[in-house]
């Protein structure tokens, strides 16, 4: 049996009689992952696809901003920006200053990134697969992570572009707004950290190395690759990518602690000169990406405030009172519980009815849960739109990625459907409960009418 | 043979033998299309997919800004936003307001936009092919078509978000160069048409409603199905989506005047209170799409500033000089010349610097054009980017539809790298001297020290 018809027969076992018609569009799409670990300790997860020419790559470490050092926040996120400005020679191949760099990547038709999310450092290639330029992009990349310059002049630079934007910001009521709800809902967690020109100054290029070797390594790096490679070539381009970095033992890195729930409901309310419209943003910590409530959780807040249109706080805000042009709510979930965030704007004078009005959105839904028809039409929306997170390579490496990250099962995809359907009123509402407190919200209005 | 069969015949035909390799890479990732028009004068656009149960779709208009009024400058755009607004009830499908269509949309997990640029007016939508979806998707769609709304007091509220936006863009620099250039370039051509407060203020209901009735008409429609569907699923689906169309016979409309040649060169300099950067544009008018030079033209454009960090005014003005972190240029080619434009930001003290830089490189170019080297790297990266441009179904949507629209041939796409491949160093000058004459350029600094 090929793994392909593995992964169709668990999919199928998974489903029952009257949602297979639905499922079977969606199960066609869902990614079939191969997965070892190496004997360097890196795991692969390997989609072998063959339909266009080119590779999808994201290799990834436990590198994320909540590794920041409270006084250099900001650092992981400069270290990815940086990873381009620039190497060293490394081997055979020689230094290449910022611009020959970007040079040799025009000069491939490929094209690469590094991010740095509140958990991952993320680094993320695409590249054709003729033997001449896929070789040469994963060469390339390689000795851009084995021999990163970090260049103190090109770094100033940057920095100074860093900082005018941030001023910029600054003068933007929403900067605000985030800043104080990040602070009432994380308070102090590493999650919360903001970057400020205070903390750009306290980085330079040795700060960068020193991050860079502690959290680079081979040893709990996981890579991922969606394209026309095989098994085969995904290991030989693995040995390649991975040959020059830290290869030092797997001590654990230090613990990040949990993201504490609130004690209390907290409110901030503050004017913001010149603002036209009230920012509000209202929330409290969610859950980890493994919870088990996860699943019912999203769910869930399709029905309160993450359908768009179909939404509870959308009708109630938006349609009945007509208080603002839209509002949303959204679960962020990474290796803790990040923000349950509910936001929208609206005219200063009518801040004060908005928050009471999606207080009152929030009591009403952890009372009485969803209706029956709520909870079909949430379903049937979140299955409908699942084949659109898959439709593509790069979204399937990043949703493998994501779910290589947070050791979540390789089925996690194409069981997807099949649990949310299963999901029952009580479990949603249950879930809901345990951790949504509309008791103890963070609530934040910046630029209400004084 | 099968219509696969054909087009990969055809494209092989094209071919010679030592770019066979290279090329093979790119053609399997080039859409064979099947083309058709139908008895209404609608002209179908398919290319059969099967790897995902979904279906992109383009629907066009001759309806463009340049069809726009002078006096009433945005009115296709603004027909365009109105069209998703809101729908009068049509058949048995009852009314639906703008919240009530937006939830109709969501619970179809399908997604559509309009959207009017310089020459045409637009519809996309992409959605499952599960039968129940994907023909209540397009009877939807059918509806906000056959009956759109365009509610006055819906558009007032538009209206004032518009020009919010207008304002807050006055205060950059950016949006001043852009009007000056544009001035400079179309000197009133249509494509050159502003739409400010005054003009949406000449705007309303009836307005959209005339242009809708003028421009949405099936005899010159052009359909783009890329997708899960066949031949005759493709055409039942036209039979839906084209049912409540205008079906008045196709009279021409009015012809749209040609870009004219610039007889001189201009040059316009303006201060600009608080501008931290100087914004220089500078280009002249280009070509039509179906120009006989137009793949040259990119060729051409690639190594002057269109090649990113390969091209020569990046060398002259980033690498050796350090006088901006960035600049590019690009054409904009419809069905008439659209503008050629090199852009940049320095600092306000290096404007004249740049600007005389920029004059130089171009002068030099013209004069002796590509170097061996530089053509085969241009070529090389073009051909490398191609796959990259067709691979996910959108873009090949997007891309069949601009065919479709330009009268291009069905093989545009899969004889491409070919194509480029066989320009010669003779060609590309050639095509460069014919357009682009560095004596006559428009040139507009915004912000510049005084």
Redesign the interface.
């Known amino acids: 049996m090929t793994p392909r018809q593995r992964g169709w027969r668990a999919a199928l076992v998974a489903l029952c009689g009257a949602w297979l018609?639905?499922v079977m569009?969606t199960v066609?799409?869902a990614p079939t992952i191969e997965h070892w670990t190496r004997p360097d300790g890196a795991r692969v997860y390997l989609v072998p696809t063959d339909?266009?020419?080119?590779l999808d790559l994201r290799l990834e470490f436990d590198g994320g901003s909540r590794r920041d050092p409270a006084p250099q926040a900001g650092l992981a996120a400069a270290t990815a920006l940086m990873l381009g400005k620039g190497t060293q020679a490394w081997g055979r191949a020689p230094e290449r200053r910022e611009?020959a760099l970007?040079?040799a990547?025009?000069?491939?038709?490929?094209?690469w990134s590094a991010t740095a999310t509140l958990d991952r450092f993320s680094i993320a290639l695409?590249t054709?697969?003729?033997p001449d330029?896929l070789h040469a992009a994963v060469a390339l990349l390689a000795q851009q992570l084995a021999a990163p310059a970090f260049d103190d002049g090109v770094w100033q630079r940057e920095r100074q572009r860093l900082v005018?934007a941030w001023q910029q910001a600054q003068a933007q009521p929403e900067a605000r707004a985030q800043r104080l709800f990040a602070q009432g809902v994380y308070r102090g967690h590493p999650y919360g950290r903001e970057a400020t020109p205070q903390t750009w100054a306290a980085i330079d290029g040795a700060a960068m190395r020193a991050f860079w070797q502690r959290h680079a390594r081979v040893c709990d790096a996981r890579l991922t690759l969606v394209g026309a490679v095989s098994r085969q070539q995904a290991d030989a381009l693995a040995d390649t990518l991975l040959a020059g970095l830290a290869a030092h033992g797997c001590a654990p890195l230090p613990p990040v602690p949990e993201v504490e729930p609130l004690a209390q409901a907290t409110q901030v309310r503050e004017p913001f000169a010149g603002a036209?419209q009230a920012h509000i943003l209202i929330g409290q910590p969610g859950v980890a990406r493994r919870d088990p409530d996860h699943l019912a959780l999203q769910v869930a807040n399709h029905i309160v405030g993450g359908?768009?249109?179909?939404s509870r706080l959308?009708h109630e805000l938006?349609?009945r009172r007509g208080l603002t042009y839209g509002v949303y709510s959204y679960f962020v979930a990474g290796r803790h519980a990040g923000a349950w965030t509910v936001g929208m704007q609206t005219k200063p004078e009518q801040a004060d009815q908005a928050v009471a009005l999606i207080h009152e959105v929030l009591q009403r839904f952890t009372r009485e849960g969803p209706t029956v028809q709520e909870l079909a039409?949430a379903k049937?929306?979140l299955?409908?739109?699942h084949?659109?997170k898959l439709?593509?390579?790069r979204k399937i490496a990043d949703q493998v990625a994501a779910l290589a990250w947070n050791d979540l099962p390789l089925d996690e995809l194409s069981t997807w459907p099949a649990r949310v359907q299963a999901l029952t009123r009580e479990q949603v509402m249950q879930a809901w409960r345990r951790v949504i407190d509309p008791q103890r919200l963070v609530t934040v209005v910046v630029g209400a009418a004084p």
Request: aromatic share 4%.
């Open positions: 018609a639905v569009g066609q799409a339909a266009l020419p080119m611009d970007a040079e990547w025009a000069d491939l038709g490929a094209q695409r054709l697969t003729r330029v005018a036209a359908g768009g249109f179909t959308m938006r349609e039409e049937r929306s299955v409908l739109g084949a659109l439709d593509t390579n």
